[in-house]
């Protein structure tokens, strides 16, 4: 018998989520699958007649190690995707990165324009999303969702609605960034294996943006998701002043060069 994959990292995609499965396939009791992102949950294909588990094993070779997961991004954003994974494994635990969701947005922009996939500039993309997603309706759109990837509250309460909080893990971003180490530490001991030995930073998937974004978008996106970011604090009990602080007047400026710039 087939042991069943026993942890997930779902999301968020542009988060970080590369670096974290490089840390934990170095571990010596963690097995992941053969390649990133299986993709198998959120395959509507998949799930179109009696789902055959045989195709998700495909992507694991045997081993006898005692956490076995994949990291697929989507999972936490496609909706259907988090009631087919409790269908396979109540127990299953799961892991999300989660990142400022303007950040998140233009770094997801940045990979659909590298790969041809959005001819539309930011600014245009962002303004024009809740239309173009309309195509993919009931479903998600899986490229133009800049914005409604970021609305991680409701995406958390539908994984609550299946899985109890001891079996889910949510992990900030930039604790990941500056703190690796502590972070791999809390996953191990979620988990249940021995801890890592002190890891090295990993940089995957690093795409220089050809701009950085601008002062309108920015200040855009943070009226967007001001509501969501206190949400999500209060949720989870963060301290996300840090997103704050990166989305509006004070990050362009020093005080210094603002006060001479309002004095003038």
Same mark, same amino acid.
């Not at 609550?160 to 791999?184: A, C, G, H, S």
């Not at 030995?197 to 001001?226: C, G, W």
């Given at each position: 018998?087939?042991?069943?994959? %026993?942890?997930?990292?779902?999301?968020?995609?542009?988060?970080?989520?590369?670096?974290? &499965?490089?840390?934990?396939?170095?571990?010596?009791?963690?097995?992941?699958?053969?390649?990133?992102?299986?993709?198998?949950?959120?395959?509507?294909?998949? *799930?179109?007649?009696?789902?055959?588990?045989?195709?998700?094993?495909?992507?694991?070779?045997?081993?006898?190690?005692?956490?076995?997961?994949?990291?697929?991004?989507?999972?936490?954003?496609?909706?259907?995707?988090?009631?087919?994974? *409790?269908?396979?494994?109540?127990?299953?635990?799961?892991?999300?990165?989660?990142?400022?969701?303007?950040? =998140?947005?233009?770094? !997801?922009? %940045?990979?659909?324009?590298?790969?041809?996939?959005?001819?539309?500039?930011?600014?245009?993309?962002? =303004?024009?999303?809740? !239309?173009?997603?309309?195509?993919?309706?009931?479903?998600?759109?899986?490229?133009?969702?800049?914005?409604?990837?970021?609305?991680?509250?409701?995406?958390?309460?539908?994984?609550?609605?299946?899985?109890?909080?001891?079996?889910?893990?949510?992990?900030?971003?930039?604790?990941?960034?500056?703190?690796?180490?502590?972070?791999?530490?809390?996953?191990?001991?979620?988990?249940?294996?021995?801890?890592?030995?002190?890891?090295?930073?990993?940089?995957? !998937?690093?795409?220089? *943006?050809? &701009?950085?974004?601008?002062?309108?978008?920015?200040?855009?996106?943070?009226?967007?998701?001001?509501?969501?970011?206190?949400?999500?604090?209060?949720?989870?009990?963060?301290?996300?002043?840090?997103?704050? *602080?990166?989305?509006?007047?004070?990050?362009?400026?020093?005080?210094?060069?603002?006060? =001479?710039?309002?004095?003038?």
């Amino acid at each position: 018998m087939v042991d069943k994959v %026993n942890f997930l990292i779902v999301g968020a995609q542009k988060s970080g989520t590369s670096a974290l &499965e490089k840390y934990l396939e170095a571990h010596p009791d963690i097995q992941l699958a053969k390649k990133k992102e299986v993709h198998f949950f959120d395959n509507e294909e998949y *799930y179109s007649s009696e789902v055959d588990y045989t195709k998700y094993y495909q992507f694991f070779a045997e081993s006898s190690r005692t956490a076995k997961g994949e990291c697929t991004p989507i999972y936490m954003y496609w909706r259907p995707a988090i009631k087919r994974i *409790y269908e396979y494994n109540p127990s299953m635990k799961i892991i999300a990165v989660l990142r400022s969701p303007i950040d =998140r947005a233009y770094s !997801h922009w %940045n990979m659909e324009r590298d790969r041809n996939s959005d001819k539309l500039d930011f600014s245009t993309a962002i =303004r024009t999303e809740s !239309h173009r997603c309309r195509e993919a309706l009931p479903l998600q759109h899986r490229v133009y969702s800049y914005c409604d990837r970021g609305f991680y509250t409701e995406q958390i309460r539908h994984i609550w609605r299946y899985f109890p909080k001891k079996q889910t893990l949510f992990i900030k971003y930039e604790d990941l960034k500056l703190n690796p180490n502590v972070v791999i530490k809390r996953i191990c001991q979620f988990l249940c294996v021995s801890e890592s030995d002190p890891i090295k930073e990993q940089k995957v !998937h690093v795409r220089p *943006y050809v &701009e950085a974004m601008n002062e309108s978008d920015r200040q855009y996106l943070n009226e967007v998701f001001t509501s969501e970011i206190s949400q999500l604090e209060q949720m989870l009990g963060w301290d996300c002043t840090d997103w704050r *602080y990166k989305t509006g007047y004070f990050k362009k400026y020093s005080l210094k060069n603002l006060i =001479r710039k309002l004095s003038s």
